[in-house]
């Protein structure tokens, strides 16, 4: 299975902090992507990261994959409360996009 | 913006029930999916279609079965509802895949449709 799995499974910041939530996965990819999902509602795209790319920044995101570990990182800097969500990496794209069970990150005020 | 719009946020149906959920989205998607979300599970792939009356079984096809008639519209049908797929189930649309070089995978979701079979 190409699933990614994250860790940790939950976490837990002040805000402001930053958050560093990590993903792991089995065979090769063509893409690495991470969605965010607020309690009870859809999956939002936040970024993807290509095969051949080593790192990606998307305003407070900033995303890293290592093929040779077959592992990417998410990190969100200076955190805010709104950032309170749950977080799931996903391999493959086209038709096989493979999720992780999710980080659920909590973001204190 | 993308829209992909599920009919039904809630649902409670009794077991053995025919289940409809109905999925549309409005950006000319050739691939559409259903998952369905479970906690501690992640997302599971249930069908997929890439085109008007074509479709692929996932990772979890038994018990479902999907229809799409019409480009912009992606129907899961349980035939006969169970207590097991109780479920957060979640459509998602997409570009073609990755023979088009303009293709990201990005996928495009719903809010969801929360189904309880009692």
């Known amino acids: 299975s190409q699933q990614g799995e994250e860790d940790p499974q939950a976490l837990s910041i002040q805000e402001g902090e930053n958050a560093t939530m990590n993903c792991s996965y089995k065979t090769s990819i063509n893409n690495l992507q991470w969605y965010r999902q607020n309690s009870g509602r859809g999956l939002v795209h936040l970024i993807l990261?290509?095969?051949?790319?080593r790192e990606k920044h998307s305003g407070r995101l900033r995303v890293t994959l290592d093929t040779s570990k077959k592992s990417s990182s998410l990190l969100i800097t200076a955190s805010r409360a709104a950032d309170t969500a749950s977080y799931f990496c996903?391999?493959?794209?086209?038709?096989?996009?493979?999720f992780g069970a999710g980080t659920r990150l909590f973001v204190k005020a | 913006d993308v829209k992909v719009t599920q009919s039904s946020r809630y649902l409670v149906k009794r077991t053995g029930e025919k289940v409809f959920l109905e999925c549309v989205q409005d950006m000319d998607h050739e691939n559409m999916f259903w998952y369905r979300q479970d906690p501690g599970l992640g997302l599971r792939l249930i069908y997929f279609s890439y085109d008007v009356k074509m479709k692929e079984k996932g990772d979890i096809p038994e018990g479902y079965s999907v229809s799409r008639e019409k480009k912009e519209r992606f129907s899961l049908i349980l035939e006969s509802a169970s207590t097991n797929q109780t479920s957060m189930y979640l459509c998602?649309?997409?570009?073609?895949?990755?023979?088009?070089?303009?293709?990201?995978?990005?996928?495009?979701f719903g809010e969801g449709s929360r189904l309880t079979v009692l």
């Open positions: 990261i290509r095969s051949n790319e």
């Open positions: 998602a649309s997409s570009f073609a895949g990755p023979w088009r070089k303009e293709s990201t995978g990005e996928l495009f």
């Open positions: 996903a391999v493959g794209g086209g038709f096989k996009t493979i």
